[in-house]
């Protein structure tokens, strides 16, 4: 049974008078943000707002980086050259880094974006763009990546820390993988559920699949989405699921 955890939600993603998810209710519950770098959501004054919030509320800071896809919030595939990609991450950890000391905090690590994250995560040509980019930044920085996936042992390869995550909101198939969004069931709503399927990871080191089976997820850190409905209600009843059996949410790297 893990005695810590790491919980992480994606804030600072509104943009101008258009707002994003319940960031000032979120902030106080989690343990980490992944805060947005401006390419898929999150103009510069807003940004800067988040970073204070979080400094304030000593929560870990990570930039969350991005295709650059505001119309599409970062959730459409793109064909970029591997150059151009490194340039995009690192222009982007650069921002928030100017921000973030503005702020009075730091950038602590990287934690991808959307159709990024997911691209990266088996696409072995863009990951590499994305290492290098965090590597000529700051080799330290670690990156958080999903669960499972073949990036986690390529990062480690070229030097970085990875960071493997679960998703409290997605079912898992029996081998680790993510159930299809497309997939009747892929996604859970029930703020109840999704704690107590975090409770089991937490103290069992799996959860049950889609298919019915026991699957062990070996992760080091939850994430909620912070643009869903659900999302505050979720954070909430995880940490008080967690809390009151003894689990302390914490940032990873105080662990």
């Given at each position: 049974m893990l005695k810590k955890i790491d919980l992480n939600s994606d804030l600072g993603e509104s943009f101008g008078q258009w707002r994003m998810g319940d960031d000032a209710a979120i902030l106080p519950l989690v343990s980490s943000v992944n805060v947005a770098c401006g390419f898929h959501a999150g103009s510069p004054a807003h940004l800067l707002q988040t970073l204070k919030a979080a400094a304030a509320q000593g929560v870990t800071v990570g930039a969350h980086v991005s295709y650059p896809d505001l119309v599409g919030f970062g959730r459409r595939n793109m064909d970029i050259a591997s150059e151009e990609l490194t340039a995009d991450v690192i222009y982007q950890?650069?921002?928030?880094?100017?921000l973030a000391k503005a702020a009075g905090t730091d950038v602590r690590y990287v934690k991808p974006h959307g159709a990024l994250y997911n691209t990266i995560a088996h696409h072995s040509g863009q990951a590499l763009a994305v290492i290098d980019a965090i590597l000529a930044v700051n080799p330290a920085l670690p990156l958080v990546a999903l669960a499972g996936s073949p990036l986690l042992v390529l990062a480690q390869q070229k030097g970085l820390t990875a960071i493997p995550e679960a998703f409290a909101d997605r079912a898992y198939h029996s081998d680790g993988t993510l159930v299809?969004?497309?997939?009747?069931?892929?996604?859970?709503h029930d703020a109840r559920h999704v704690a107590e399927r975090m409770l089991q990871w937490v103290t069992e080191g799996g959860l049950i699949s889609i298919e019915g089976t026991f699957t062990r997820i070996d992760a080091q850190s939850i994430c909620v989405h912070g643009d869903t409905p659900e999302?505050?209600?979720?954070?909430?009843?995880?940490?008080?699921?967690l809390t009151s059996q003894g689990v302390t949410v914490s940032s990873f790297l105080a662990h």
């Open positions: 950890i650069g921002a928030l880094q100017g299809s969004r497309t997939a009747a069931g892929a996604v859970i999302a505050l209600a979720m954070v909430t009843e995880i940490r008080r699921l």
